[in-house]
Nanobody
Framework: QVQLVESGGGLVQAGGSLRLSCAAS????????MGWFRQAPGKEREFVAA?????NMVNSVKGRFTISRDNAKNTVDLHMNSLKPEDTAVYYC?????????????????WGQGTQVTVSS
């Protein structure tokens, strides 16, 4: 069982930056792929970025968002720069055992409760 808790969300002006962090419980964090997804009001949840246990990264918001993990601290961060109003969403952290298909929600077994990010224009 893995429990995930996101933090770092908030209100930011367009062009600003935020760092989201996800803290995971459990002693096997390093063996999990970690992902970030987001869901805007009235829209389906969509993939943002993921990082495998070996450090391979997949990113749908290239050039602005970066994912990183610290296996010693059991955390995975999402660094968001040049934020736009369309980035406004609830951001979710997820953990899964698969090493492929990390852009799909079905690759993840555990989900956090989400953290709200609001970007004002």
């Amino acid at each position: 069982q893995v429990q995930l808790v996101e933090s770092g969300g908030g209100l930011v002006q367009a062009g600003g930056s935020l760092r989201l962090s996800c803290a995971a419980s459990g002693r096997t964090f390093s063996s999990y792929a970690m992902g970030w997804f987001r869901q805007a009001p009235g829209k389906e949840r969509e993939f943002v970025a993921a990082i495998s246990w070996s450090g391979n990264m997949v990113n749908s918001v290239k050039g602005r968002f970066t994912i990183s993990r610290d296996n010693a601290k059991n955390t995975v961060d999402l660094h968001m720069n040049s934020l736009k109003p369309e980035d406004t969403a609830v951001y979710y952290c997820a953990a899964g055992r698969l090493e492929y298909g990390l852009g799909r929600q079905s690759a993840y077994s555990y989900w956090g409760q989400g953290t709200q990010v609001t970007v004002s224009s």
